[in-house]
């Protein structure tokens, strides 16, 4: 397994190509008092145009709360947050709501389709709600190439946990957001899909020079990234560039022996 | 397990806050009517209480009337002084009273009559030995004594400005008199208090122009002690056996007579008010029932798992009706508040609309608190009955599986057979009704209320075409919204079938009175055109006859060119009773039209009478049969067909030569005079024959439009009465779309939350959730305007024996506004289920499992 994503990773062509999305000085806190935790403590972070990022750390780190701080869909108590060029910072509601629909793309670990639509429609939806008109040559590359092409009309009930989020996928990539943001998008599936899913990821940014962040518990799922984050306490404490499965799995041992200890 | 159920009531207040609305708004028009009534029933017999205390037997003659509404002949018999004397002279006899009294009108300084015309009365004043009447009390100069004197009432002489020696025109059914006015009185008499006015006469003045000079309407009679009315009545009985129309009556039975017709009246009025009450609770059974479904949709995993550790099937279905018994006993206990408040409401808002409407405190027997409470109760455990029944289904395993459970296509499926064969049933029973001839009511009133459930069971598998259609429509206006919200529309259609269901209803009925209404109108409109030359016609406002002379006074009338009395008798035609009307034989074909179906119109001309179709079919009869009339008077009149004529509303059956029914009526009924004019219906016209008349109030002219309304009237007024009440109705199923939305913006927090994140904003999530209500509603408003057409269409088809020449009209303006309305409506309820949609927190949703 590692092998082989180590061999899609060859492929990546150059090297980043400027900065999709940033965080500067970012603290994100919850509660106040006693009952206060701080998620995100002062968080410098910058993802590379066209890189797969993978987010690792222990339970509690504050994964998906830089995650949605990221895609603005949380809010930062200090710091500055940037997606391509735009400060999103001090946007408002409708604003973010813009930002999400034209620039990012979303997969998220379960429930990720509307039940009422089928999969084609679940895939152009960000398309329709911004009342954009779907590229049909690269709509139908994505889907082809996330293999859907027999299951556009199916709705999502008669679809596998892989094929839903396969689907995802496909939308995620559907409206070529400058940035697909993915926590635990493979947490709920067996390993088998989960590889499907993840090579549809990897061949996204190889072939198609997507952006992607990943949030995952999985050593085997970081692998295929090519730069990994590790947070603990709130805190980027580690990365890692063209990580395998083992060189991860030790490196996040070492989180549970600090844990024990 | 009833601990179960009080927890689960707590845990979903919120979401139960509509159905308890709901529950509560009907219970509180339950209330209210009970209330209302019970009030208006104790203020009237208040009012009435001390009516029949000054004596002890009653003579009357119900014929005695100048203008009254007896068809009959005219009193050959009269109670006189002789009679009175009579009777004074009986051994028990302390005193009596001789009354004379009858219609009389008092017109304000505007010439507008002062109070309703059907309660403006009069009566003889009965001086004593010192100049006063004991029974009118004046309170300011004294009573009449000679002609063209009169005394008032005090709420009627404040009410026209008069004060004592002011001239005031009176008026009965003739031309409107001049009196000087001597004297102003209080009385408790309960007409009076109720809004009406009493002119007092002096007697020989009051038998002049109300009866006949020494003729009395009515004689009271006061036992001597120790003499038992019942006794007296023994007594007095004898004496005034000279005519069977006079009625001899004691006190008691007087009160008793008057307190069941008080009772009868607020008895029918609070059924009319319950009526409606039933239709807000039967629409709330919809809202109820639908609120458990979700419930219980939504605690499938929780019930499951109380099925698992050992709850038996029963035991879950008890719950859950324990909670509806809660909730519903809540609510009733605010339903009777509301209630109470409504009552009082009421009565303050139809005092405002009749000063005279007799009041008092507030009624709330027992029997209302009861019967309330229990209606609660039960409405709402019926309504939770079948998803009590469905959660006891639960199975077990329920608890272990994840996910939304699909609706079962088979229950539907059972569902929809079920409903095809009631609807086919009620349809097909309402087209029989249509189609036969007898009996059309016997096939439609059971084929109406099947046909309405029927499609109300299979609203469900309607939905879903029915939603689609609107579909291309929503996505090119609103776009993804739009989509969105068809889409949700039509996801649970037991759901969306519920609650369009409780919008139907209200729709329906409103839509099937609007299209009965506007068909009447427009049939008597036509009919009246049709069959009727005359430009105007001329008539008392309260039903009364007119006075012998006021044709002839019309007929001098400047502009005027024909002139006939429509004149009444209630006669027997071969036996059997018929309302016989007679017109003048030289003008009758100036004034009417007659389309003759056999012989001529003209054989009244020769004293011969013609008779309508239906009476000809009924009777056996056509041109040249031997009619055998029998008059008022017991006497016999052979007559011959002269002819046959189309059913015609504005004409009774037979009719007659005025001088074949003076023959042996004297004096006629007069229900109104025809009249045409040398250049039609002009204001001119009408102000001659006003002037003509003595300027009476009470006297109307109507043209054509104003005879057309006049027959229409009715049923517009009972119409608006019925709007307001139907509004109720309406406004409970609207609660059901707010409660129904409310529902599933909750169970759809993750999809919304999802959608958020792609990137739809606030504004697009407000629209999704306003217009899955919009389009709810307008599907609930299409289908109840679709059977109410329908029903009207067959209730029309009914009317024809009455109306022969009506046809179903759809008022396509006002069916459209219906349609925008339901539209708006479902966007107003939408209102709040959008704006908490619009509040969603994503990362709240994302995250919840
Ligand atoms: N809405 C919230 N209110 C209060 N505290 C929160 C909230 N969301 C997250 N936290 C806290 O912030 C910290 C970081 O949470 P976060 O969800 O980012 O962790 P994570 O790394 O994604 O964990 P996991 O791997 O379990 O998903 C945790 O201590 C969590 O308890
Ligand atoms: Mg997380």
């Known amino acids: 397994m590692s092998t082989a994503s180590a061999i899609l990773r060859s492929v990546t062509p150059g090297g980043p190509s400027g900065i999709a999305a940033s965080a500067r000085e970012v603290t994100k806190a919850y509660g106040v008092g006693e009952t206060r935790v701080t998620a995100l403590n002062r968080v410098d972070v910058d993802i590379h145009r066209g890189q797969f990022t993978a987010i690792m750390g222990p339970s509690g780190s504050g994964k998906s709360t830089l995650m949605h701080c990221l895609a603005g869909l949380d809010t930062v108590s200090t710091g500055h947050i940037r997606i391509g060029d735009t400060e999103i910072t001090d946007l408002n509601d409708k604003q973010l709501t813009q930002l999400r629909r034209d620039k990012i793309g979303f997969i998220f670990q379960a429930f990720n389709l509307l039940p009422t639509l089928n999969a084609i429609e679940n895939i152009t939806l960000p398309m329709d709600i911004a009342g954009r008109k779907a590229d049909q040559a690269w709509l139908d590359q994505v889907v082809s190439t996330v293999g859907l092409a027999d299951r556009l009309k199916h709705r999502p009930a008669q679809l596998s946990g892989g094929q839903q989020q396969r689907v995802a996928v496909a939308r995620a990539l559907a409206s070529r957001p400058e940035i697909i943001f993915g926590d635990e998008p493979t947490g709920n599936l067996d390993s088998r899909s989960g590889a499907e899913v993840l090579d549809f990821l990897r061949r996204s940014v190889n072939e198609l020079q997507q952006t992607i962040v990943m949030v995952t518990h999985d050593p085997n799922a970081a692998s295929y990234a090519d730069r990994v984050l590790f947070l603990a306490d709130g805190r980027i404490v580690d990365e890692m560039h063209n990580p395998t499965a083992d060189a991860v799995l030790d490196r996040m041992r070492r989180f549970d022996g600090k844990r024990t200890s | 397990m009833y601990r179960t159920a009080l927890r689960n009531l707590l845990a979903h207040k919120g979401r139960l806050l509509m159905t308890a609305l709901a529950i509560m708004l009907g219970t509180a028009f339950v209330a209210g009517s009970m209330v209302f009534s019970d009030t208006v029933d104790q203020a009237t017999r208040n009012s009435y209480s001390t009516s029949f205390d000054d004596l002890s037997v009653m003579v009357s003659d119900p014929a005695a009337s100048a203008s009254g509404g007896f068809r009959g002949q005219r009193s050959s018999a009269e109670l006189n002084e002789e009679t009175v004397a009579k009777i004074a002279a009986l051994p028990g006899v302390a005193k009596t009273r001789a009354v004379v009294g009858d219609f009389t009108g008092v017109a304000d300084k505007q010439n507008k009559l002062i109070g309703p015309a059907w309660s403006a009365r009069s009566a003889n004043f009965v001086p004593d030995a010192s100049g006063n009447d004991p029974r009118y009390p004046m309170v300011q100069g004294r009573g009449p004594r000679a002609a063209g004197e009169i005394a008032l009432d005090r709420k009627t002489a404040e009410s026209g400005g008069y004060r004592v020696g002011d001239t005031v025109r ?124 979700m419930l219980i949709a939504q605690r499938t995993k929780e019930l499951a798992l109380l099925r698992a550790i050992g709850a038996a099937r029963a035991q879950v279905t008890k719950s859950v009706l324990a909670e509806a018994a809660l909730i519903g006993l809540v609510s009733a206990a605010g339903g009777l508040l509301v209630g109470i408040g409504v009552g009082a409401g009421l009565q303050w808002g139809l005092k405002s609309v009749n000063r005279g409407m007799p009041t008092g405190s507030l009624v709330v027997s027992p029997g209302t608190a009861v019967t309330v409470l229990a209606v609660g109760v039960l409405v709402t455990m019926v309504s939770a009955l079948l998803p009590a029944v469905r959660a006891s289904r639960i199975a077990p395993v329920a608890a272990m599986s994840s996910g939304d459970q699909p609706t079962t296509p088979k229950g539907l499926r059972i569902r929809n057979s079920i409903g095809t064969v009631i609807t086919v049933l009620g349809l097909g029973l309402i087209m029989l009704g249509v189609v036969s001839d007898h009996s059309k009511q016997q096939f439609i009133r059971p084929g109406a209320p099947l046909a309405a459930i029927g499609i109300l069971i299979l609203l469900p598998v309607l939905s879903r075409p029915a939603i689609s259609l ?142 309508d179709s239906g009476l000809a079919t009924s009777e056996g009869l056509h041109t040249g049969s031997a009619l055998k009339l029998t008059n008022p008077d017991g006497t016999e009149t052979a007559l011959t067909v002269g002819g046959v004529f189309e059913n015609n509303q504005q004409l009774s059956p037979i009719l007659l030569a005025n001088s074949v029914i003076t023959a042996h009526n004297p004096q006629p009924f007069i229900v109104r005079t025809l009249v045409k004019g040398t250049a039609g219906a002009t204001r001119a016209l009408k102000q001659a024959i006003a002037d003509a008349t003595g300027n009476n109030p009470v006297i109307v002219i109507r043209d054509k439009q104003g005879m057309a309304d006049d027959y229409s009237s009715t049923v517009n007024a009972a119409m608006s009465l019925l709007y307001v009440m139907l509004g109720m109705s309406v406004l409970v199923a609207v609660l059901g779309v707010v409660n129904t939305m409310a529902m599933s913006v909750f169970e759809r927090k993750r999809e919304i939350g999802l959608l958020r994140a792609l990137g739809l904003d606030r504004t697009g999530v ?84």
Not at chain 2, 259 to 268: C, G, L, Q, V
Not at chain 2, 496 to 502: F, Q
Not at chain 2, 517 to 544: E, P, Q, Y
Request: proline share 4%; aromatic share 4%; glycine share 8%.
């Open chain 2, 766 to 849: 407000r629209r999704m959730v306003r217009l899955e209500s919009a389009v709810v509603s307008v599907f609930g408003a299409v289908v109840g305007m679709a059977l109410g057409s329908y029903l009207a269409w067959a209730a029309v088809s009914t009317l024809s024996e009455q109306l022969p020449n009506i046809s179903t009209v759809l008022p396509v303006g006002e069916l459209l506004l219906f349609l925008v309305t339901a539209g708006a409506v479902g966007i107003v309820a939408g209102l709040w289920p959008a704006r908490q949609a619009a509040g969603t927190d994503i990362l709240h949703s994302i995250n919840a499992s």
């Open chain 2, 170 to 293: 009176i008026a009965i059914n003739g031309p409107a008199v001049n009196t000087q006015l001597t004297g102003i009185f209080t009385t408790t008499d309960p007409m009076v208090a109720g809004g009406g006015s009493l002119t007092l006469l002096d007697t020989a003045s009051a038998q002049q122009q109300l009866l006949t000079p020494g003729q009395f309407s009515s004689i009271e009679v006061t036992a001597k002690p120790g003499i038992s009315a019942q006794a007296l009545r023994e007594q007095v009985a004898p004496v005034v056996a000279y005519s069977k129309r006079f009625t001899v009556q004691t006190a008691e039975q007087l009160r008793t007579e008057q307190s069941t017709m008080i009772a009868r009246r607020t008895h029918s009025l609070e059924q009319v008010l319950l009526a409606f009450a039933a239709i807000s609770l039967f629409v709330g059974i919809f809202i109820i029932a639908n609120t458990f479904t």
């Open chain 2, 470 to 611: 609107a579909g291309p429509a929503l996505v090119r206006l609103f776009g993804t919204p739009g989509k969105l919200a068809r889409l949700n529309a039509v996801r649970s259609p037991r759901r969306t079938a519920a609650t369009a269901g409780a919008i139907a209803i209200g729709l329906t009925l409103v839509t099937a009175m609007t299209v009965i209404g506007t068909s009447v109108t427009d049939a008597t409109t036509r009919s009246v055109n049709a069959s009727v030359k005359a430009d105007l016609a001329v008539a008392m406002s309260n039903g009364h006859g007119l006075a012998a002379q006021v044709p002839a006074d019309i007929a001098k009338a400047p502009g005027v060119t024909s002139v006939s009395a429509v004149t009444s008798m209630n006669a027997k035609v071969n036996g059997n009773p018929h309302t016989v009307e007679g017109l003048d034989a030289d003008t009758f074909d100036q004034l009417v039209k007659l389309s003759m179906t056999a012989g001529s119109a003209d054989a009244l001309k020769q004293g011969q009478a013609l008779i």
